[in-house]
């Protein structure tokens, strides 16, 4: 009997002892697959883990992401690391680096000599490998003084006032009257409109219902596990692409067509369209139907999914702090008090005076980082902070430590717009539309559209949601699992 026993404990040690050694071998392939071939250089990689064999720390960001504290997954490194502001992963199939601190972040996006694009194949795949995600920087920075010509400055901006202002007053009326809405869904609609007569021309209904729920299943599939299987995000994503592709195509198409036949009237707008189907570069050379579709994908994709989330957003915070939404609506009717009586409408300059909203803005875009990050690659091997990012790896600047670092925001998670009252951030330190050569071309649009929809609303409306306390999902952005449902109500004085 006690031979027996004897045995069996012999087993299970024996086991155990196989289990532990297997479970060292599996934490251990990626550092023999990326970092053995380092040589000496992989002693200053900054701390961290490579997680599994190939999916590295896919499930621990997944798992975080999809719980209510997304925040653990860093956290987790910055509890068994300490803050370093740099930790290596492996993350969307590549050896990484993830740059948490003002100071790393702005390196990273600024320097061009040492870094470049380096957005995972999938992701590449879905928005398009002529889009600026995918294209060199010489030709990035010809396409984007091109595209960004008519989405900034004084002169596209107050030409696109009214005709905001317009679609902001008639769907405001319309909500009102529809009773229980997604009003997240609602104000994507809205800004998906904008955009497309922007670079389009178009307003048809059937072309942007169609057009506004494909790019809902692609963006699902940007930050999936690039998993090419029925019943996965990324799989949907790729037909989402496919369908859009399509589409644009057609439009494309038929613009070349017009102008074959000399059906262009000189009185229409020209929009990004004619933009790029005129442009050339210096040796005569036009841009190819893929060219034009991938750039107008990726525009129409992120000019309106950000402004839609973060008007929703800044809807939400100023409905829960009363003092806050009272502050900000008095500005705004002090504003029309102040309006010559002939003036119809907001000017360019009304919007530049907005000081408190322009304030409710960016706290809104900071709380809610509508990116959680971005990518790049290392051209060559960098020195950070004393640590080395090797060539080919890539790097992920992590917006959301940056916006949420409580020694930069106190209460970071606490909406205060007066926090921004005399206080100028340090370069690094607030990123909503990254930073760079590569800035959002179209940020100053965004905030445009923010604003305008925020004047109507403080003026005129409140929003009664049906469920408070909803949970929120934070892929592949941050909003209520419900989508904000909720009644808009007019106010009657």
Not at 95 to 104: A, H, K, L, M, R
Not at 144 to 151: C, D, G, H, I
Not at 201 to 230: C, D, F, H, K, Q
Not at 358 to 386: I, M, N, P, W, Y
Request: aromatic share 12%; glycine share 6%.
């Amino acid at each position: 009997m006690e031979l027996e026993f004897g045995s069996v404990v012999l087993a299970l040690l024996s086991s155990l002892g196989c289990f532990v050694v297997l479970k060292w071998l599996l934490r251990n392939v990626n550092w023999w697959l990326y970092e053995t071939k380092l040589g000496e250089k992989k002693y200053s990689l900054p701390p961290g883990d490579l997680g599994w064999p190939f999916i590295g720390n896919m499930w621990s960001f997944l798992k975080a992401f999809k719980s209510s504290n997304p925040d653990s997954f860093i956290s987790s490194f910055v509890s068994r690391y300490g803050h370093t502001g740099m930790y290596k992963a492996f993350l969307f199939g590549n050896p990484s680096i993830i740059v948490t601190t003002p100071e790393t972040c702005r390196r990273v996006l600024t320097d061009d000599e040492s870094f470049k694009p380096g957005w995972p194949r999938s992701t590449v795949e879905l928005i398009g490998k002529k889009s600026f995600i995918g294209i060199s920087f010489e030709e990035h920075k010809r396409l984007r003084k091109l595209t960004a010509a008519p989405v900034n400055g004084h002169e596209a901006l107050s030409m696109y006032i009214k005709y905001i202002e317009e679609n902001v007053v008639a769907s405001l009326e319309k909500w009102a009257t529809m009773g229980e809405i997604e009003f997240l869904t609602q104000v994507r609609k809205l800004t998906f409109r904008i955009i497309m007569y922007i670079f389009l021309s178009t307003e048809s209904e059937s072309v942007m219902g169609a057009l506004e729920n494909e790019y809902t299943a692609l963006n699902y599939g940007v930050r999936a596990m690039a998993i090419n299987i029925p019943g996965f995000a990324y799989h949907r994503a790729r037909k989402a692409r496919k369908n859009l592709v399509s589409v644009f195509q057609s439009i494309v198409d038929e613009r070349r067509s017009q102008r074959r036949k000399g059906n262009v009237s000189s009185t229409k707008k020209k929009d990004m369209m004619d933009a790029l189907l005129d442009v050339e570069d210096e040796n005569g050379r036009k841009l190819t139907d893929e060219e034009i579709i991938d750039v107008l994908l990726m525009y129409l994709n992120a000019g309106h999914e950000s402004s839609g989330h973060t008007m929703m957003w800044a809807v939400v915070f100023l409905q829960h702090r009363p003092e806050i939404f009272q502050k900000a609506k008095a500005e705004q009717e002090e504003i029309i008090k102040k309006r010559p009586p002939t003036q119809k409408g907001l000017s360019l300059k009304e919007i530049r005076e907005m000081d408190y909203l322009s304030k409710v803005v960016d706290e809104t875009l900071r709380v809610v980082t509508f990116s959680l990050t971005v990518f790049r690659e290392a051209k060559q091997d960098v020195q950070v902070t004393g640590y080395t990012i090797p060539k080919g790896w890539k790097v992920l600047v992590w917006f959301r430590s940056v916006h949420l670092d409580p020694e930069i925001y106190p209460d970071p998670k606490e909406f205060n717009p007066s926090r921004w009252d005399n206080y100028t951030p340090r370069a690094g330190s607030f990123l909503p539309f990254g930073a760079g050569s590569r800035l959002c071309p179209g940020n100053d649009l965004a905030k445009l559209e923010i604003s305008i929809f925020l004047h109507h609303f403080l003026l005129g409306y409140r929003l009664k949601r049906a469920n408070p306390d909803c949970p929120l999902m934070y892929l592949p952005h941050s909003r209520p699992k419900d989508n904000c449902l909720a009644k808009v109500e007019k106010c009657t004085s």
